[in-house]
């Protein structure tokens, strides 16, 4: 029997890629006959789309909306990503690559890092980056699909997307229209609030009309229209912690085939992003104001571009934070509306997954239960949390002095969560994940020891395999990495042979 107090409306304000995420995914799951889904977008009002990098996660999201990976990368303009070159970050003409997948792999209770931390110690080993296949392909411009099964390290190849993230919100446009979604176009001109509870009632457009729901999907972008002018719900400042402010964005002409990774190039006062895809480089300065002009970031931007700009710099201002509430009344906030995430490693499109992942575990009746409401304020407040801490990390742990704005971030004071995990780090070169963090122990030693950061000792674990044993085991892992990267296509031939788009836009 259906529960008479089941939702029968959402109305999703907003479109862009949270927008219609959020469209797509709901429709999908709750089915087009028993309940009603409204996206409430207007022309008049641009989307960011900045962001056009992600994270592995997303593959399981365009998963559970039957996406065909092929049909969707060539919709997009889209490239392969098996991880982010970070350049300059621990001091000027300095590099690593954070990769996908696993480093070598554990020997029973015995983490990989450990013996690696343990032969490095006393001279043996190899970089790093030798016992990662992405890292290793990403290197030399290779990419595959992860072969299914079998003991070779094309079974744990990690990867994610590079795309248009404008070009992605109409892929999934499309897919949720024909589940069911109505679209409306229009203007929200005010938001009307139940006189008894203050929960949203319904929201007026600019033609007059009135769109009603049970439940309310926040995706108007950083004025938060409904979670926090119509609610009031605040926002925790980070930027004492992350004090970029400003970023500026310029397409530039593709110099080449597309590299499988994304690169981020530290800068004087910020860091700049290079993304690849197949019709374009989408580039951009992420900076303090506090400590470079506009004028002067865009400058640095267009001098640091691989090819042709094509189009005039797009400027964007931002608050690095969360909102205090996720999920207020009958009001869930997705996107930019619930917070933003310095874009270091590529999250915010992630965080509207996570986000619309709870909703659905979460999801409520027209009782809007307090405990549900309060469980998912507590995880996407740890969700977020996590990953500030993760990139607070790339930022604290340089050696550069060379500016006031290093030199700050050097030498501040990280929140308790991060320096314990420093700490543990520094004394064992241990590393962990935590419940549902996101990054995993793969992501935080790549960090770590690219950034610098200097184990004294290793994971007493390490020492119950014989040292002989440990040096062959990994140098078989090295060994195994280097010989699978010749049954790896190069990244623009795998492109071609499955999914070149058909007609290249700029």
């Known amino acids: 029997m259906t529960d008479p107090q089941a939702l029968r409306s959402i109305a999703i304000i907003g479109g862009g890629t949270a927008g219609w995420m959020t469209a797509a995914a709901l429709a999908r799951v709750l089915g087009k006959d028993a309940i009603t889904i409204t996206l409430v977008e207007s022309e008049e009002i641009g989307t960011i789309g900045v962001g056009e990098a992600t994270i592995p996660p997303i593959l399981g999201f365009n998963a559970l909306l039957g996406i065909d990976e092929n049909d969707f990368v060539r919709a997009t303009q889209g490239t392969f990503k098996l991880g982010i070159e970070f350049v300059d970050w621990r001091r000027p003409g300095t590099r690593y690559f954070h990769p996908f997948g696993t480093y070598g792999m554990d020997f029973g209770a015995v983490p990989f890092e450990g013996l690696w931390h343990r032969l490095r110690q006393d001279g043996g080993g190899e970089p790093l980056e030798a016992y990662s296949i992405c890292a290793a392909a990403a290197h030399a411009d290779r990419f595959t699909r992860p072969v299914p099964g079998g003991n070779t390290p094309l079974s744990h190849i990690g990867y994610a997307y590079h795309f248009d993230a404008g070009l992605y919100a109409r892929f999934l446009r499309g897919h949720a229209e024909a589940m069911g979604v109505v679209r409306r176009e229009g203007r929200v001109t005010d938001v009307v609030l139940r006189p008894e509870d203050g929960f949203i009632a319904a929201v007026a457009l600019a033609d007059g009309s009135r769109i009603e729901a049970d439940l309310f999907v926040d995706c108007s972008g950083f004025r938060g229209l409904l979670i926090a002018e119509a609610l009031g719900e605040g926002f925790e400042d980070w930027g004492h912690w992350l004090p970029n402010d400003r970023a500026v964005a310029v397409p530039s002409a593709n110099q080449g085939p597309p590299t499988p990774y994304t690169r981020s190039t530290a800068k004087p006062a910020g860091w700049q992003w290079r993304i690849p895809l197949q019709h374009r480089t989408g580039n951009g300065h992420v900076y303090a104001s506090a400590h470079l002009s506009d004028d002067e970031a865009a400058a640095t931007l267009l001098a640091g571009l691989d090819g042709e700009a094509l189009a005039e710099p797009r400027f964007l201002r931002f608050r690095t934070g969360r909102r205090s509430a996720f ?180």
């Open 327 to 506: 999920w207020s009344r009958n009001c869930v906030a997705l996107g930019l509306a619930s917070g933003f995430m310095e874009p270091l490693e590529s999250t915010s499109i992630h965080l509207v997954q996570a986000g619309i992942a709870r909703l659905l575990e979460m999801m409520p009746t027209r009782r809007f239960a307090a405990a549900d409401i309060r469980r998912y304020n507590r995880l996407m407040i740890a969700e977020y949390e996590s990953i500030r801490d993760f990139i607070i990390l790339h930022f604290h742990l340089t050696e550069r002095d060379d500016t006031p704005y290093w030199d700050h971030l050097r030498t501040m004071a990280v929140p308790e969560t991060l320096a314990e995990r420093m700490a543990i780090y520094r004394a064992t070169g241990r590393v962990f994940r935590e419940a549902d963090d996101l990054f995993s122990k793969t992501s935080w030693l790549a960090v770590m020891h690219g950034q610098g950061l200097q184990a004294e000792g290793h994971d007493p674990l390490a020492d119950a395999m014989p040292r002989d044993m440990a040096a062959a085991r990994l140098a078989r892992i090295a060994t195994v990495t280097r010989s699978a990267l010749g049954h790896m296509p190069r990244h623009e031939e795998f492109i071609a042979r499955h999914c070149r788009a058909a007609v290249p836009r700029r």
